[in-house]
């Protein structure tokens, strides 16, 4: 039974940095692709940024060099920094694992994914 578990989210101000970790059991991260997304109030749940099993990160282009996502296989965390955040970055992150592996579609969204953790609040002011 996998289980995604995501920590370090809460309130910074604009122009902050957070670092998001998501624990992961049940299964190995590096077996598959994983990515960090987030909903906003009232909008669609969007992509932050992915990285295939074989290590190949993407990132959404909001995202302008501002964050990094990373993977400690041994620890099985995938962690997400965000660096230089600003307002509209205010959003639940989400930790999510996909169906593929190193398919180009691990970069393609959120229905690629099949398992989620339960999201971390997000808020820049």
């Known amino acids: 039974h996998v289980q ?19 624990v992961v059991s049940g299964d190995t991260i590096g077996r598959y692709c994983m990515g960090w997304f987030r909903q906003g109030p009232g909008q669609e749940r969007e ?33 997400l920094q965000m660096n230089n955040l600003r307002s509209d970055d205010t959003a639940v992150y989400y930790c999510a694992r996909s169906i593929y592996a190193n398919s180009p579609k691990c970069h393609s969204g959120a229905r690629a994914m099949n398992f989620w953790g339960q999201g971390t609040q997000v808020t820049v002011s």
Do not use: H, M, P, W
């Open 47 to 79: 992509r932050v940024a992915t990285v295939k099993s074989d290590g190949e990160t993407n990132y959404a282009e909001f995202v302008a060099g501002r964050f990094t996502i990373s993977r400690d296989i041994a620890k099985n965390t995938l962690d």
């Open 4 to 22: 995604l578990v995501e920590s370090g989210g809460g309130s910074v101000q604009v122009g902050g940095s957070l670092r998001l970790s998501c």
